[in-house]
């Protein structure tokens, strides 16, 4: 990195993400530009990819391609971009455009049942963002265990919240805003274990 970049990218961090790679050196205005575009994009891929949505007869949060989308591009644009998209993206459906889960949007949604996973997106972009500021993304076993952490700390926000807001046990929240989609989880993990470290290949050759 260079003193061009985007301020939201720290020039001591040791090691470079995905989206480093993009050229963007000969001015400030063209770095910042290329963030705030890398921003605004993987927001809206969190948006479309929350309406690629399973419900699950009789429980409050549906599955949904959000988790890997949120994940994948935190991991691609590091901790400072990836937690202002994610910042972005809860914004703009607390303002009423349809983006979060089957078209939702608005209060009622945020502070309803499966708000707290909209929250555990922003928390959980800044941690795998900050682990693959540390080369975490690099090789398979670190990106899965990047998304592990990343999908344990959506976990740690979404069930309490879910527990609070819906009434229900910690045990029986555990099992419907957690333990349904562990299976899903797991292949989202390896997919990125596949996908990262492949971009990385590619990039070196």
Do not use: C, H
């Not at 050196?25 to 809206?44: F, G, Q, W």
């Not at 009622?108 to 975490?136: H, T």
């Not at 419907?176 to 997919?191: P, S």
């Amino acid at each position: 990195m260079t003193s061009l970049a985007f301020p939201l990218v720290p020039r001591t961090n040791p090691r470079r993400v995905l989206a480093d790679l993009i050229p963007a050196e000969s001015s400030r205005a063209r770095a910042i530009t290329r963030d705030v575009t890398l921003v605004v994009a993987v927001a809206a891929l969190t948006a479309l990819a929350a309406q690629l949505r399973v419900p699950i007869p009789g429980l409050p949060v549906p599955i949904t391609g959000q988790t890997f989308a949120v994940l994948l591009g935190a991991a691609a644009l590091g901790p400072f971009r990836g937690t202002a998209a994610q910042v972005l993206y809860v914004g703009v459906g607390l303002l009423g455009l349809p983006v979060y889960a089957g078209g939702g949007a608005g209060a009622e949604v945020l502070f309803g049942a499966s708000g707290g996973y909209l929250v555990g997106f922003v928390a959980a972009s800044a941690v795998v963002g900050a682990l693959a500021r540390r080369g975490m993304d690099r090789g398979v076993l670190g990106t899965v265990l990047a998304f592990a952490t990343g999908s344990a700390v959506i976990y740690a926000v979404g069930v309490p919240w879910l527990a609070v807001v819906a009434g229900m046990a910690p045990g029986d929240a555990f099992m419907a805003g957690a333990g349904v989609f562990l299976i899903g989880d797991v292949i989202k993990a390896v997919l990125a274990g596949v996908l990262l470290p492949g971009a990385w290949r590619l990039a070196r050759d």
